[in-house]
T-cell receptor, first 110, second 114 residues
Framework: GEDVEQSLFLSVREGDSSVINCTYT??????LYWYKQEPGAGLQLLTY???NMDMKQDQRLTVLLNKKDKHLSLRIADTQTGDSAIYFC??????????WGAGTKLIIKP | NAGVTQTPKFQVLKTGQSMTLQCAQD?????MSWYRQDPGMGLRLIHY???????DQGEVPNGYNVSRSTTEDFPLRLLSAAPSQTSVYFC?????????????FGEGSRLTVL
């Protein structure tokens, strides 16, 4: 069945770039998403990319999509303490349902 | 603008008790859903609704019931609580008119079943 995989933890130094990776299995996905969950809160959409795009940039965020390898990445430039959160990758299926990764906890070291 | 509102935020139940988690949205979204979040497992879909009067099962529906009598409300009922239902529950909604499918989440309801 469909599956989305991501590492559970990533630790980076403040000011460095963070790269969070995700692999998915369904080649018919229309959109791929990155959601952010801050402690004690619900998830909020951070950014998304349409499946016919290779890259999307939005201020400090860069999303790269490799359709051949079914690999999605989120790069956060100049990582700040406010970026500490859990980042979820998700893919949309044709029936509008989303398949979610387990989430990557981003830990910022001073 | 309230968005998606969930109540209660915290609840402790004993095994066998029943309860209802409330979810309301004020964005006129057709789609509403309930997820549970467990450590290391991401989000799992329990039930969802594409409009008033229409509900369907998600990935993990057993032990839960839903109804959608209005566009705004989508309550989740636990019929006979079990320790395996200890989790954080999220309600989410979206507007079906856009293909981006952005989900708007409530702040979550943390449930402990003893």
């Amino acid at each position: 069945g469909e599956d989305v995989e991501q590492s559970l933890f990533l630790s980076v130094r403040e000011g460095d770039s963070s790269v969070i990776n995700c692999t998915y299995t369904d080649s018919s996905s229309t959109y791929l998403y990155w959601y952010k969950q801050e402690p004690g809160a619900g998830l909020q959409l951070l950014t998304y990319i349409f499946s016919n795009m290779d890259m999307k940039q939005d201020q400090r965020l860069t999303v790269l999509l490799n359709k051949k390898d079914k690999h999605l990445s989120l790069r956060i430039a100049d990582t700040q303490t406010g970026d500490s959160a859990i980042y979820f990758c998700a893919e949309s299926l044709m029936n509008y349902q989303l398949i979610w990764g387990a989430g990557t906890k981003l830990i910022i070291k001073p | 603008n309230a968005g998606v509102t969930q109540t209660p935020k915290f609840q402790v139940l004993k095994t066998g008790q029943s309860m209802t988690l409330q979810c309301a949205q004020d964005m006129n979204h057709e789609y509403m859903s309930w997820y549970r979040q467990d450590p290391g497992m991401g989000l799992r879909l329990i039930h969802y609704s594409v409009g008033a009067g229409i509900t369907d099962q998600g990935e993990v529906p057993n032990g839960y019931n839903v109804s959608r009598s209005t566009t705004e409300d989508f309550p989740l009922r636990l019929l006979s609580a079990a320790p395996s239902q200890t989790s954080v529950y999220f309600c989410a909604s979206s507007y079906r008119g856009t293909n981006t499918g952005e989900l708007f989440f409530g702040e979550g309801s943390r449930l402990t079943v003893l």
